[in-house]
């Protein structure tokens, strides 16, 4: 495994960094068991779990069965988001569009999600308790908050800094001009900055190219890429239909993506594949790592053998031409 430095720190990740959205919710404790310490064999250092991942069992999981190793792991989790609220309530929650009277009605007080000072120290609590960790290596938030000032935001974060609950911080799913803003705003008032991004990135999701890319590399900003399987149709085992058991057939905003053109390039790196002998999802892992914005990529895997190819993309990088034609 090789391990980069994140943004313009001295926190060393691993490039292949595991994801677990799946624990606790495709996965149980003997599964996640299973993953874990093959990764670990492999070394592959960095775990990323977000607050909200299977309801939170996804963190609970993660500090039960992390605690002998945990000086040697790199732990990222998330903020933003209320732990419990679907898919179309995060969307209500993106655009600021939440009708918190109503929500209130039902139980849901107003302040339990967002990046307000409130929200974040008690959900980096709860986190801790949950990760049975007295410290996180990587905070990042988990989306933009609308309705917080950033600076706010920033400063609630730079308590939990200066109190030694978290090492470091970082964002996931910002705009380019999001991310600069909070930049700006760190340097203004000698706040912690950002040291890295996450952002969904594929051959099938290209545009973190036009403006984000750019921006973390003249920021010194770390992109740590997610959804580089899209959602697993890149690994060739979905054009056919979703299999029975995966993330694809359990989630369906990952089916409603699929259409004739996705088939179409899913084909296509097949073909790609075979030709350069490798296969899809090295091909998919390893463009994402030719990126020069690109530190690590994150990857959910369900079983100790899908790895292989994962760590195949990291031992064997694509030579430029390569590249061209995968990326065509």
């Known amino acids: 495994m090789q391990y980069v430095r994140l943004g313009n720190t001295g926190l060393r990740i691993s490039r292949i960094t595991l994801g677990s959205t799946l624990f606790g919710e495709l996965m149980d404790e003997a599964q996640t068991t299973a993953v874990l310490h093959k990764a670990w064999d492999l070394g592959i250092t960095t775990i990323d779990t977000g607050n909200i991942y299977a309801e939170s069992r996804a963190e609970t999981l993660i500090g039960k069965l992390v605690r002998e190793r945990r000086e040697q ?21 993106l655009s600021g569009r939440h009708d918190h009277f109503a929500r209130w009605q039902q139980g849901i007080a107003p302040t339990d999600a967002g990046l307000s000072r409130k929200h974040i120290i008690k959900a980096a609590e709860d986190s801790l308790r ?10 990042q938030l988990h989306r933009w908050d609308m309705e917080t000032p950033i600076e706010e935001t920033l400063r609630a974060l730079d308590d939990l800094v200066r109190g030694g609950k978290v090492r470091y911080i970082g ?9 600069y803003e909070a930049l700006w705003c760190a340097d203004k008032h000698e706040l912690p900055r950002m040291c890295s991004v996450q952002t969904p990135y594929s051959l099938l999701n290209r545009a973190a190219e036009r403006e984000l890319f750019t921006a973390c590399e003249h920021a010194d900003v770390g992109v740590i890429a997610y959804a580089v399987l899209a959602g697993g149709m890149l690994s060739g085992l979905h054009n056919e ?4 058991g995966t993330a694809m057939a359990a989630r369906t905003s990952y089916q409603q993506q699929v259409n004739p053109r996705i088939v179409a390039a899913v084909n296509g790196l097949i073909e790609s594949g075979r030709k350069l002998g490798r296969s899809p999802v090295q091909l998919a892992v390893s463009a994402a790592l030719k990126q020069k914005a690109v530190a690590a990529v994150t990857i959910g895997v369900q079983l100790p053998a899908e790895f292989e190819p994962l760590v195949a993309a990291v031992r064997q990088p694509l030579s430029d031409a390569e590249y061209t034609e995968v990326a065509q």
């Open 171 to 179: 964002c996931s799913n910002l705009a380019a001009w999001q991310l």
């Open 130 to 139: 949950r990760l049975q960790t007295d410290y996180i290596d990587l905070y």
């Open 73 to 93: 792991l790199v732990i990222c989790t998330k903020v933003g988001f209320r732990i419990g609220d679907s898919p179309a309530d995060h969307g209500m929650a």
């Open 241 to 244: 239909g979703a299999r029975p």
